[in-house]
């Protein structure tokens, strides 16, 4: 008996055209009219997702399934449904090569068991690619168009602003909305006075300290920071457009598009594109050149030379601006948190030590550093001791190695997991077959009873929504397997590391660094005052329940009689 695999596809759910049902339902006729009954059918659906990827759940199942050779061919009803990427289909294509299975795409008769299908198909892919690209360059050239004309395209809504939808008759004589953006006078006045409060002070860093100082929150109630604190203050999006603003920005090597009137402001776009790293898609800046700026509909608030004003004093900071070389390598930063307000630590610069000529370095709370104080004042740690008793800690636990791997371990109970995962699986599967069967005999029944075709229908839409509750059954116990994989390479990994601990003093910080970010998840800094405090530290994989104890300066050689708990250590 042939194997056969149906994939179907569709970007979102319409319930008409070459729905996902239509599509399983002519790929099954075209394989029993060509080949045979004969044949075990196993279907694969993605609806809801694009082709211009291959990020899809039962294609990333379906391909895993090929790999261990449980089809002899695939078929889909058209060759777009796999991917309408060339490379990807490339790929793909050389996977069901190398493990003996067949491709058939329904609607170009293409079939990869000869060579001129396997030929044809790499041309019809380079044109399903052609019209992807096509498509998105037109709808790219049709948004720029909009820009040029100065239209809210939509996105955040920047603060200032509400968005609300007007109508307007379009060039047709149709009736059309579209978004605008209203001022929000309340929230406008506040950004009024970031621009006067960051002339006044003269720069980023000043205004973010004050606004940590006085609890300033955005309408999410959150604390701005410099990032955000930066786009308020650079977007014309505020400005009231005239002739002095459109020539700074052109100098600026912005294009301007639109004639400006001294009411309304600037919208900018194409600022950002796209792109494929690592895997992942990921938002990158576009060059300076490709910037667009457009005179839009929306009324400015700001004045033309308050903005001008923020902009030249932008630009004097940054020509004025230190480049500061790295001082310093952090051992706990990005590790370290206050034990008061639970927000991160970062390295600060000290004096220089009398007795040692050093220069000195501490870990500094950072809400405590930009509120100064306001909001937290835990005391800061002297870098140097923080990180030797660290190091102390790391090093007293490669001692009780077997019992913290053992502890790990009784945790992950990773072989017992297995076998419940494997008998689950086992049984969702025999489930879901019996299930399919159901499907496909019921089918079959609809094909020649119309009189009863309500309640066949019915009952095939009930076991398609059971098949689909197992198989997101088995997509969960799958990613439990994955996760089972993953804590014995973990177990691995800490193993090795901890080997190392033994001599982490003799280690150089780079290694001591790369221990201490794969065994220690957190480690909290509670000050007692000037040279004295305490730690607690949480190592990978262990539980959060520990005394903590208290320590000076001239108890840190003592540390190692200390230590009551091998699975989480307070110093």
């Not at 700074?248 to 009137?261: A, I």
Request: glycine share 4%; proline share 2%; aromatic share 8%.
């Amino acid at each position: 008996m042939l194997k056969v695999a149906i994939y179907s596809r569709k970007s979102k759910f319409t319930g008409k055209g070459d729905s996902i049902e239509n599509q399983i339902e002519m790929c099954k006729d075209y394989i029993t009219n060509t080949i045979g009954k004969d044949v075990e059918f196993t279907i694969y659906e993605d609806e809801g997702f694009s082709g211009g990827n291959l990020d899809r759940p039962n294609f990333k199942k379906l391909m895993n399934s090929i790999r261990n050779k449980k089809f002899n061919i695939l078929v889909c009803y058209r060759l777009d449904r796999i991917s309408r990427n060339v490379a990807d289909f490339s790929g793909t294509l050389e996977i069901l090569q190398s493990n003996n299975c067949s491709f058939i795409s329904i609607k170009e008769q293409f079939d990869t068991s000869s060579p001129m299908g396997r030929a044809m198909i790499y041309i019809a892919s380079v044109f399903a690619q052609l019209e992807r690209e096509t498509i998105a360059e037109r709808v790219k050239d049709n948004m720029l168009e909009i820009a040029k004309n100065g239209k809210w395209t939509g996105g955040k809504i920047p603060i200032g602003f509400n968005s609300e939808k007007i109508e307007y008759i379009d060039e047709k004589g149709l009736i059309r909305t579209s978004p605008q953006l209203i001022i929000n006078e309340k929230e406008m006045e506040f950004v009024n006075f970031l621009y006067n409060k960051y002339l006044e002070l003269g720069s980023l860093h000043k205004l973010e300290v004050y606004i940590h100082e006085n609890n300033i929150r955005s309408r999410n109630d959150v604390l701005y920071e410099k990032s955000s604190l930066k786009t308020i203050l650079q977007n014309p999006i505020y400005v009231k457009a005239n002739d002095d603003v459109v020539e700074y920005l052109n100098n600026s090597s912005w294009t301007v598009y639109g004639e400006p009137d001294n009411i309304h402001s600037l919208l900018t776009y194409n600022k950002t594109e796209q792109t494929k790293k690592d895997g992942k898609y990921v938002k990158v800046k576009k060059d300076l050149s490709e910037r667009l700026a457009a005179v839009s509909s929306i009324k400015g608030y700001i004045e033309p030379d308050l903005w001008l004003a923020v902009q030249k004093q932008f630009d004097k900071n940054k020509d004025t601006f230190p480049r500061l070389g790295k001082t310093h390598n952090a051992l706990l930063v990005g590790k370290i948190r206050c034990g008061k307000c639970k927000e991160y630590m970062l390295i600060s610069h000290g004096r220089i030590s009398k007795t040692t000529g050093e220069k000195l370095f501490y870990y500094t709370c950072s809400l405590k550093k930009k509120s100064r104080k306001k909001l937290c004042d835990n005391g800061n740690a002297k870098a140097a001791d923080l990180e030797k008793l660290v190091l102390i800690s790391l090093k007293q636990l490669s001692l009780n190695k077997k019992d913290f791997l053992s502890k790990i371990r009784d945790k992950y109970k990773t072989d017992d997991d297995y076998k419940n995962i494997d008998l689950e699986k086992l049984s969702l599967n025999k489930s879901l077959k019996e299930k399919k069967l159901q499907i496909d005999n019921l089918v079959t029944k609809l094909s020649l009873c119309n009189d009863i075709e309500d309640i066949l229908l019915t009952k095939i839409k009930a076991l398609k929504e059971e098949c689909n509750n197992i198989e997101k059954s088995l997509t969960e116990l799958e990613t439990k397997t994955l996760t089972l994989k993953n804590n014995l390479l973990n177990l691995d990994l800490i193993e090795s590391l901890l080997d190392k601990c033994a001599t982490i003093d003799k280690l150089d910080r780079s290694e001591q660094k790369l221990i201490i970010d794969n065994l220690i998840d957190t480690i909290y800094w509670y000050s007692d005052g000037p040279g004295k405090g305490k730690i607690k530290i949480k190592f990978v994989g262990t539980d959060d329940n520990q005394k903590e104890i208290n320590f000076t300066i001239d108890e840190m050689q003592q540390l190692m009689l200390h230590f009551c708990s091998h699975s989480m250590t307070s110093i």
